[in-house]
């Protein structure tokens, strides 16, 4: 038997896992900053959630892992966030607390896809849905915090993409016009696409099969298929990011993979190397009818999720500096038993006003200790010998400045204050 983690998964190992927190800190205070609060669901909703008539993606379709529990219930690990979201916004009545809900989240999700560099069974995503109103201010506001998040981070060679698809009317208008245009073409197609031609047409302009590619060339696309109210909604949400300088692009061909979506969707792509084909950092748009699907009124909303290990791929590459371990503010350094003893107490002294402090454990040598700090980036050493012990003092360190000073041991703590201010 071999004890090895799910195909799929991966571990967040402790020198990666600072470089996690410090996005996560990062975004969180980003979407506070823009009105957002967090909201957490549970990772497994029943089946039902997801499995709705309407929807036709792969995703839910064949990914999705479902599950019996013991009192036969059939549950499924979530996909995505927004359906969950939705499940507990409908049966909070949040849309009874206040007009617009904004909420962000960040958690794990489960698609049973090929396993592949920068595609996982298991993967984090972070998101956000605004809910409870179909203005195009709305829809600007949260293009823009996609635009935020990776400006924000200062993420290189990365772009927001965004194209409309209308309302329902424009849809109907159009899927008519794109199989029209692709019916003599139909056995050309991928095998992938001739499937999608009767359950989800609007996918195929999402393929990059080679041969579907030189197809779509000419293909009709979704923004000369806008009924005038759609388009005049278009033109606002671009208005108002066009005044928030906002930078993105046009893409007329940008579908998304859920069936639900309406006007205005958005994927933010980057060209990093190592992404291969997986070149989404994440992508978005407006549902309009989702909240009524899953119980609740007819309220419209829009979100996006990022994928977080490629933002934080993303920014390993552009902007590593980000990503720098925060030095610790003081390694012990002591000698032998009686002079470790005194080093452990003044450290949880030290500890317990706030300092970050660590020894060694068991008591090494001089040397291995000062190895050990030097992996911490110890901004100080203090170190206790035999004769500061006697004395009832300690020698403080600097290490940048390889200054020393020796305080009694009363001192410690406000003259560490002191050296750590000033460097
Ligand atoms: P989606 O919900 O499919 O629109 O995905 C939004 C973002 O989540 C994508 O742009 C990716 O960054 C990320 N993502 C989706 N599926 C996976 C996966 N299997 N592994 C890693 N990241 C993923």
């Not at 949260?142 to 209308?166: F, H, M, P, Q």
């Not at 008519?176 to 996918?203: C, G, V």
């Amino acid at each position: 038997m071999s004890f090895v983690k799910v195909k799929g998964t991966y571990d967040v190992l402790p020198e990666e896992s600072f470089k996690w927190q410090a996005l996560e800190a990062h975004v969180k205070a980003l979407y506070q900053r823009f009105g957002y609060q967090e909201i957490r669901t549970p990772i497994m909703e029943y089946a039902s959630v997801f499995h709705r008539d309407s929807e036709q993606s792969d995703m839910v379709t064949k990914e999705t892992y479902n599950f019996k529990d013991k009192s036969n219930r059939l549950l499924t690990l979530r996909p995505e966030g927004t359906a969950g979201i939705i499940r507990s916004y409908v049966e909070n009545k949040l849309y009874t607390k206040q007009e617009v809900t904004k909420l962000y989240y960040l958690g794990p999700n489960f698609r049973y896809e090929r396993p592949q560099k920068m595609r996982y069974r298991q993967f984090m995503q972070l998101g956000v849905e605004a809910i409870g109103d179909s203005s195009p201010t709305l829809d600007a506001e949260v293009v823009t915090l996609a635009y935020e998040t990776i400006r924000s981070l200062d993420l290189k060679n990365v772009k927001v993409c965004i194209n409309s698809l209308g309302d329902e009317q424009s849809r109907t208008q159009y899927l008519s016009a794109l199989k029209n245009y692709l019916t003599p073409f139909k056995e050309h197609l991928s095998i992938d696409s001739q499937h999608r031609f009767d359950k989800n047409p609007l996918r195929i302009l999402d393929s990059k099969a080679p041969e579907d590619q030189v197809l779509l060339k000419n293909a009709p696309i979704p923004l000369d298929y806008l009924t005038p109210d759609a388009q005049a909604h278009f033109q606002a949400v671009l208005s108002l990011l066009d005044a928030s300088d906002v930078i993105y692009e046009l893409s007329p061909r940008l579908v998304r993979g859920l069936d639900y979506y309406a006007h205005t969707v958005f994927e933010i792509q980057a060209d990093v190397e190592g992404f291969g084909s997986h070149n989404a950092l994440g992508g978005g748009g407006r549902y309009q009818h989702l909240v009524h699907e899953l119980g609740g009124p007819q309220l419209g909303g829009i979100g996006f999720a990022f994928g977080m290990e490629r933002l934080l791929h993303a920014l390993v590459v552009s902007n590593p500096d980000f990503l720098t371990p925060k030095a610790m503010d003081a390694f012990m350094i002591s000698f032998d038993d009686m002079t470790q003893e005194k080093a452990f107490s003044l450290m949880q002294n030290l500890r317990r006003q706030g300092f970050s402090v660590d020894m060694t454990f068991p008591l090494k040598s001089f040397k291995a200790q000062l190895k050990q700090a030097l992996k911490h980036a110890a901004r100080a050493l203090i170190i206790l010998g035999e004769e500061e012990l006697s004395q009832g003092q300690v020698t403080i360190k600097n290490t940048q400045t390889e200054k020393q000073v020796k305080v009694p041991f009363e001192k410690l703590s406000s003259t560490l204050k002191e050296i750590l201010n000033h460097v």
